[in-house]
C-alpha cells in the first residue's frame, strides 16, 4: 500500500480515458456533458496520483509544510463531488434556468467547503507527517478533527444525492444511459463501503479504540473501485455509443481490404490517404470512397459475359459443395460480379490494349454495405475470380501484340 500503486493504477486509467476523450475532436469543452465528464476524468486523476503515499511525501517536502497534501487531497475530492453532481444534473436535463440554479447552488455551497478545508487546515496544529492513517491519527485534534468531518460530511451529502437521483431515473431509462447508470449505482455502493470505513475508524478513535486498518488496509481499494466505477457510469452513454460505432468500422474496413486493394491504386497519388493515427470511422469513410472512385474507373469495362460466365461456374460449384439453395444464388452473384471487376480492373492496367466490351455489365454489389463485403470476400479468396482475372490479362497481352 506504501509503494502508492492501489492509487497510481486508476489515475493512469482515468487520465487515459481523459486524453482519449479529449483527442477525439475541436470544441469538446464547449459541450454541456462533455465539459463536467473530461473533468471528472482529470480531477479524478489528478486527486488518485495525488492520494498516493510517494505523492504525499513530495508534496510536503516541496512545500515544506507536514501534511500540507491533506488539504490538497480533501479539496480535490470536494471538486470531484461537486463535479459529479453537476454532470449528473446536465446529463438529467431539466429547463436550462433549472440547471443553471441547481449548477450554481453546487458550485456554491462546496466552494464553501473547500474554502473551509483550507482554514482550518490553517488553523490547525499537524506537526507529525502522516502519509497513510492521518484521519485516524488527528481524529482528535482541534480544527483538524473538524477539517476532517466537514470533508466526509459534503462527500457524503454528494453521494447521497447522487445515489437517490440514479435509482429514480433508472427506472425511466434504457440502453447505454441505464447501463451508466447501473455502473454509477455499483461506483456508490464501493463509495458507501469506503465512507462506512472512514466514518468507523474516526468513531472508534473518539472512543479510544484503535480500527486504523479500517481505514488504511480497508478503504483504499473501496475508493479506488469506486472512482474508476463511478466515472465509468459517467463515461459510458457518451463514449458506448461512438466506442461501438469504431468497432463496427474497423470491423468493416478489414473485411473491405481485398477489395480496396483492388481499387485504390486507381486514385490519385494523394487522395484518400489513409494514416495510421485515423479512428476506424474516418478510415472505413476514406476506403469507401477510394472503391466508389476505383470501380467508377472500372464502369467502361465491366464485361456482363464475364459475370454470366462465372455465375454459372460459381452455382455449380456452390451445387457441388452442398450449399443450401437460400445462400447459393447471394454467393454465387457475388462472385460473379467480383470476376467481372476483377477482369475490368486488368483491362483498365491496360487501357490502349483494351477494348471496351460488346455488352457493359452493372455492379449491383456497391449498392449495399452487406453486398460489397461479400464482393470483397470473393475477389480474395475465389478461384473462379482469379481465374476470370488471369484470362482478362491473357486477352490484354494478346491484342497487344
Same mark, same amino acid.
Given at each position: &500500500? ?17 486524453g482519449l476523450? !479529449?483527442?477525439?475532436g475541436?470544441?469538446?469543452?464547449r459541450?454541456s !456533458? ?8 482529470? $480531477?479524478?486523476?489528478?486527486?488518485? $496520483? ?9 508534496v510536503?517536502?516541496?512545500t515544506?509544510?507536514?501534511? +500540507?497534501?491533506a488539504?490538497?487531497? /480533501?479539496?480535490? &475530492? ?5 463535479? /459529479? %453532481? ?7 436535463g ?12 453546487v ?26 492513517d ?10 483538524m478533527?473538524e477539517?476532517i468531518?466537514l470533508? &466526509? @460530511? *459534503? ?26 447508470l ?19 475508524a ?10 486504523? +486498518? ?5 478503504s ?9 466505477t ?16 469504431? !468497432?463496427?468500422?474497423w470491423?468493416?474496413?478489414r %473485411? !473491405?481490404k ?22 476506424? @470511422? @474516418? ?6 470512397i477510394?472503391?466508389?472512385?476505383g470501380v #467508377? ?35 454465387a452473384?457475388?462472385? *460473379?460480379?467480383?470476376? &467481372? %471487376? ?9 487501357q ?25 470476400r470473393? #475477389?480474395?479468396?475465389?478461384p ?8 482478362? *490479362?491473357?486477352?490484354v497481352?494478346t491484342?497487344?501484340?
Amino acid at each position: &500500500m506504501d509503494s502508492g500503486i492501489v492509487f497510481y493504477i486508476p489515475g493512469a486509467l482515468l487520465l487515459l480515458a481523459a486524453g482519449l476523450k !479529449l483527442s477525439s475532436g475541436t470544441g469538446l469543452w464547449r459541450d454541456s !456533458l462533455v465539459a463536467p465528464s473530461n473533468a471528472i476524468l482529470l $480531477v479524478g486523476s489528478a486527486v488518485c $496520483v495525488l492520494s498516493a503515499p510517494p505523492t504525499i511525501r513530495y508534496v510536503n517536502d516541496a512545500t515544506g509544510v507536514a501534511n +500540507f497534501s491533506a488539504p490538497l487531497v /480533501y479539496a480535490g &475530492m470536494t471538486a470531484l463531488s461537486a463535479s /459529479y %453532481l453537476i454532470l449528473m444534473i446536465r446529463w438529467k436535463g431539466g429547463p436550462p434556468e433549472t440547471q443553471q440554479r441547481a449548477t450554481r447552488l453546487v458550485w456554491v455551497v462546496y466552494g464553501l467547503v473547500i474554502a473551509g478545508i483550507w482554514v482550518l487546515f490553517a488553523l490547525a496544529e499537524v506537526p507529525v507527517e502522516r502519509t497513510q492513517d492521518l484521519d485516524t491519527y488527528y481524529a482528535n485534534t482541534p480544527c483538524m478533527r473538524e477539517m476532517i468531518v466537514l470533508y &466526509m @460530511v *459534503a462527500h457524503t451529502a454528494a453521494t447521497v444525492t447522487l445515489a437517490v437521483m440514479s435509482v429514480s431515473w433508472l427506472r425511466e431509462v434504457r440502453g447505454v444511459t441505464r447501463v451508466g447508470l447501473i455502473l454509477l449505482v455499483v461506483g456508490l455502493t464501493f463509495d458507501a463501503g469506503y465512507q462506512i470505513a472512514k466514518y468507523a475508524a474516526m468513531a472508534a478513535r473518539w472512543n479510544g479504540v484503535d480500527w486504523d +486498518f479500517l481505514s488504511t488496509d480497508v478503504s483504499p481499494p473501496l475508493v479506488m473501485l469506486a472512482g474508476i466505477t463511478t466515472a465509468g457510469g459517467f463515461a459510458v452513454p457518451r463514449v458506448g455509443p461512438p466506442t461501438a460505432d469504431n !468497432l463496427r468500422a474497423w470491423r468493416r474496413y478489414r %473485411l !473491405l481490404k481485398p477489395l480496396w486493394a483492388e481499387m485504390h491504386t486507381l486514385r490519385g497519388p494523394t487522395e484518400g490517404i489513409i494514416r495510421w493515427w485515423d479512428p476506424p @470511422v @474516418v478510415r472505413l469513410a476514406r476506403q469507401e470512397i477510394a472503391i466508389w472512385d476505383g470501380v #467508377l474507373a472500372c464502369s467502361p469495362y465491366l464485361d456482363d459475359q464475364v459475370r454470366t460466365t462465372a455465375y454459372a461456374e460459381a452455382v455449380a460449384s456452390l451445387t457441388a459443395d452442398g450449399t443450401s439453395e437460400v445462400r447459393s444464388p447471394h454467393q454465387a452473384a457475388a462472385v *460473379a460480379e467480383a470476376a &467481372m %471487376l476483377a477482369a475490368a480492373r486488368v483491362r483498365v492496367s491496360h487501357q490502349g490494349g483494351a477494348e471496351v466490351p460488346a455488352r457493359a455489365g452493372t455492379l449491383q454489389s456497391i449498392s449495399e454495405p452487406r453486398l460489397m463485403v461479400r464482393l470483397s470476400r470473393a #475477389l480474395s479468396s475465389s478461384p473462379i475470380v482469379a481465374d476470370a482475372r488471369r484470362q482478362a *490479362a491473357a486477352r490484354v497481352a494478346t491484342s497487344h501484340d
